[in-house]
């Protein structure tokens, strides 16, 4: 597949950094950058303790890379599926963060398809506030837990990415139960996962449940095309992204 064009969101994006880096140096972003894909990598035991958003140069790069990074894959997955032909009646994001995967999939469906957004994170919900509002989606978004959402109803798009290998056994268990309920009532459900095999040691018992339910399983990996800004970022820090590459989970 080719890259795709990112010209879009360039002026997002150069927003986005500039907000980002009026109190913080590119150095300062760069490094905490580094620090937060050690953590990822390395030391995930202490994500449920909120370490990747502890300090504001965590946060800030979060914001500025992990966010706009998701936005793309959640993009290009949805291109791939074909999730917004017919657009959804509405999206719902659970355990939104910045607010990426939901304006990604509302953004691919139309003008008029909002976003109701959860997060257990105050400062994510004020991050997603401020991206939908630049990116122009509408949105409802709240701090609360991702498990207990209201779920399920015609016409409803579902979105997970990136949150669900956060949750413990028994509240993702739970979930579980509640997507596939909800996929009867007529809603949608996109799951988006890292593609390596370390945090989400559940995938296989969900992929199992998703097919099941008439629903699909994929490993994606796209060409990755970035704002220029981000791009620079993304190798300063060491990354040095040549693909976008992620797994996914769809009940259409």
């Known amino acids: 597949m080719s890259a795709r064009p990112v010209a879009e969101i360039e002026a997002w994006y150069a927003d986005l950094e500039a907000r980002h880096l009026a109190t913080l140096t590119f150095t300062e972003v760069r490094r905490a950058l580094q620090a937060l894909s050690s953590l990822y990598v390395e030391r995930r035991d202490r994500l449920s303790r909120g370490a990747a958003l502890d300090g504001a140069g965590k946060r800030a790069a979060f914001a500025m890379f992990y966010g706009p990074l998701h936005f793309l894959i959640v993009r290009e997955i949805v291109r791939a599926l074909g ?14 963060g910045t607010g990426a995967a939901g304006a990604a999939w509302a953004l691919e469906s139309g003008p008029r398809v909002a976003v109701s957004g959860i997060d257990a994170s105050g400062w994510a919900i004020g991050e997603a506030e401020w991206n939908l509002r630049a990116l122009g989606v509408p949105a409802t978004l709240r701090r609360g837990d991702l498990a207990s959402a209201p779920l399920g109803a015609a016409g409803e798009g579902i979105v997970a990415a990136y949150a669900i290998n956060e949750l413990d056994d028994g509240a993702r268990a739970e979930l579980l139960r509640r997507l596939i309920a909800a996929h009867t009532k007529g809603s949608r459900v996109l799951v988006v996962e890292p593609i390596a095999r370390r945090p989400v040691p559940f995938w296989s018992a969900w992929a199992d449940a998703f097919r099941a339910a008439g629903g699909r399983d994929d490993t994606w990996r796209f060409p990755a095309a970035f704002p220029e800004r981000m791009k620079l970022l993304d190798k300063a820090a060491g990354l040095d992204h040549r693909e976008l590459t992620a797994r996914s989970l769809w009940l259409p």
Request: net charge neutral; glycine share 8%; hydrophobic share 30%.
């Open 83 to 96: 999730a917004s032909d017919p657009p959804p009646r509405r999206l719902v994001d659970l355990g939104c």
